[in-house]
């Protein structure tokens, strides 16, 4: 879903909520035995959460298109602002 643009910020949420668990379980750090197995967990490690931050970072990012929750708000906003304009301009004009 992500890579068609269908609901990118949900997907881009899920796969990031999936991806540290499976980070942290592929990659156990605290049972490398020996430095060389060491760096290659903590080498996965860092690069499965660098791609979890970069998940996080797309479900943040709006790219423009506001939330339905900004848009709701901005709606009513700008109902009240037209009803008091019109309200104005009726009270203008009926003297």
Request: proline share 4%; aromatic share 6%.
């Amino acid at each position: 879903m992500l890579a068609t643009g269908r609901r990118p910020r949900s997907a881009a949420l899920t796969l990031a909520l999936l991806n540290v668990p499976m980070t942290v379980v592929n990659n156990p750090v605290w049972a490398a035995h020996g430095g060389q197995q060491r760096k290659q967990y903590l080498s996965g490690l860092v690069r499965g959460l660098s791609l979890g931050g970069g998940l996080l970072l797309a479900a943040a990012d709006l790219a423009g298109k506001p939330s339905w929750g900004w848009r709701v708000s901005n709606a009513r906003e700008h109902r009240s602002e037209l009803r008091q304009a019109k309200a104005h301009v009726k009270d203008r004009y009926s003297d």
